[in-house]
T-cell receptor, first 112, second 114 residues
Framework: AQRVTQPEKLLSVFKGAPVELKCNYS??????LFWYVQYSRQRLQLLLR??SRESIKGFTADLNKGETSFHLKKPFAQEEDSAMYYC??????????????FGGGTRLMVKP | ETGVTQSPTHLIKTRGQQVTLRCSSQ?????VSWYQQALGQGPQFIFQ???????GRGNFPPRFSGLQFPNYSSELNVNALELDDSALYLC?????????????FGPGTRLTVT
């Protein structure tokens, strides 16, 4: 079975401080990992995916297969980063189509 | 190009009733997935349709069923509603973006069962 765990429900930081949103997963095959973000009153949208290895809005995430983690990081948080963040996993060889398994989400609050 | 739309935005039903939720996929997307998001939790996969056939299902009972139409719009039907079915229901269509596939989510339908 595949599972995604986000241990923090809420993360509160001051503007300019570093941010790390934690994500751990369990999956027996080769997973594809994503971070989704939901800003206030907006729909869920993709922030980044591990295969792209890119930085989006200053955020990066590295897949660590040894630790089964995919933590989201940003060196200097901005107030506009305040949102709900979801880590998600898609199994490459599953028989459930392209299902995404989501973590419970972490609310990031960036204080001025 | 229009995004994923869902209707209605919210509705209230009584336990035991049946409900149909609708989704219009993003133009050109032939795969649609449905998710249930209970309050304070992440979305949970219900099922996926590709070219009008169900090709993946999560851990939901048979009273959750769906349809996809030739124009790739879709429906989620829930029979014999239970209080625990109260949630935000998300639809997502899948298509190419920058050379890779991406799921585009709709705004959701909030269902309250009393």
């Amino acid at each position: 079975a595949q599972r995604v765990t986000q241990p923090e429900k809420l993360l509160s930081v001051f503007k300019g401080a570093p941010v790390e949103l934690k994500c751990n997963y369990s999956y027996s095959g080769s997973p594809e990992l994503f971070w989704y973000v939901q800003y206030s009153r907006q729909r869920l949208q993709l922030l980044l995916r591990h295969i792209s290895r890119e930085s989006i809005k200053g955020f990066t995430a590295d897949l660590n297969k040894g630790e089964t983690s995919f933590h989201l990081k940003k060196p200097f948080a901005q107030e506009e980063d305040s949102a709900m963040y979801y880590c998600a996993l898609s199994g490459v060889n599953n028989n459930a189509g392209n299902m995404l398994t989501f973590g419970g989400g972490t609310r990031l609050m960036v204080k001025p | 190009e229009t995004g994923v739309t869902q209707s209605p935005t919210h509705l209230i039903k009584t336990r035991g009733q049946q409900v149909t939720l609708r989704c219009s996929s993003q133009s050109g997307h032939n795969t649609v997935s449905w998710y249930q998001q209970a309050l304070g939790q992440g979305p949970q996969f219900i099922f996926q349709y590709y070219r009008e056939e169900e090709n993946g299902r999560g851990n939901f009972p048979p009273r959750f069923s769906g349809l996809q139409f030739p124009n790739y719009s879709s429906e989620l039907n829930v029979n014999a509603l239970e209080l625990d079915d109260s949630a935000l229901y998300l639809c997502a269509s899948r298509g190419l973006a920058g050379g890779t596939y991406e799921q585009y989510f709709g705004p959701g339908t909030r269902l309250t069962v009393t």
